[in-house]
């Protein structure tokens, strides 16, 4: 009676977590593009990610400038997370199935302790969401260079320090 139950609750709660990262069936992303899955933000983090926005543009100096004119996008850092808290990434890791610059397909504990990153994607101009849906990451360029998060060539922020 009890093993009914206990599969569940464990279907539940993976299923709850499928609802808050979600992974597109083939390859979602170009080979040029950090995303490995989208998400929405919680309005928390979204909050967040807007102080974060702000201080980086704030701090922008002549050359920092120069980048924000190449697009209206910046990606902020509005949470970090590891691999294991997301059902399906540390087999996509271990198969090599999304962007990581370090190989994480022979020891399972070290590919569920990756870092992932929950960006936030914004429009400078305005400092208002370019998308409702945020990225998750592994790897980013250097902050304050241009890549593309999801579909959207962006200025990386990080958590908003030049």
Same mark, same amino acid.
């Given at each position: 009676?009890?093993?009914?139950?206990?599969?569940?609750?464990?279907?539940?709660?993976?299923?709850?977590?499928?609802?808050?990262?979600?992974?597109?069936?083939?390859?979602?992303?170009?080979?040029?593009?950090?995303?490995?899955?989208?998400?929405?933000?919680?309005?928390?983090?979204?909050?967040?990610?807007?102080? /974060?926005? /702000?201080?980086?543009?704030?701090?922008?100096?002549?050359?920092?400038?120069?980048?924000?004119?190449?697009?209206? #996008?910046?990606?902020?850092?509005?949470?970090?997370?590891?691999?294991?808290?997301?059902?399906?990434? !540390?087999?996509?890791?271990?198969?090599?199935?999304?962007?990581?610059?370090?190989?994480?397909?022979?020891?399972?504990?070290?590919?569920?302790?990756?870092?992932?990153?929950?960006?936030?994607?914004?429009?400078?101009? !305005?400092?208002?969401?370019?998308?409702?849906?945020?990225?998750?990451?592994?790897?980013?360029?250097?902050?304050?260079?241009?890549?593309?998060?999801?579909?959207?060539?962006?200025? #990386?922020?990080?958590?908003?320090?030049?």
């Amino acid at each position: 009676m009890k093993f009914p139950v206990l599969i569940a609750a464990l279907s539940a709660v993976g299923l709850g977590s499928c609802a808050l990262f979600y992974s597109q069936s083939g390859t979602p992303f170009g080979p040029d593009d950090y995303a490995i899955a989208l998400a929405q933000p919680y309005p928390a983090e979204a909050r967040l990610a807007q102080l /974060r926005l /702000r201080n980086f543009l704030s701090r922008a100096n002549a050359r920092a400038r120069q980048v924000l004119q190449q697009t209206p #996008y910046v990606a902020v850092q509005a949470y970090e997370l590891t691999a294991g808290e997301v059902p399906w990434l !540390s087999h996509k890791l271990g198969f090599g199935k999304v962007r990581a610059i370090e190989h994480y397909a022979n020891d399972f504990v070290e590919r569920t302790s990756v870092p992932v990153k929950f960006l936030v994607l914004f429009d400078h101009r !305005s400092e208002r969401l370019a998308s409702p849906d945020g990225v998750l990451v592994i790897d980013t360029p250097s902050k304050g260079a241009i890549g593309k998060f999801g579909g959207f060539r962006a200025v #990386y922020a990080g958590t908003g320090w030049w």
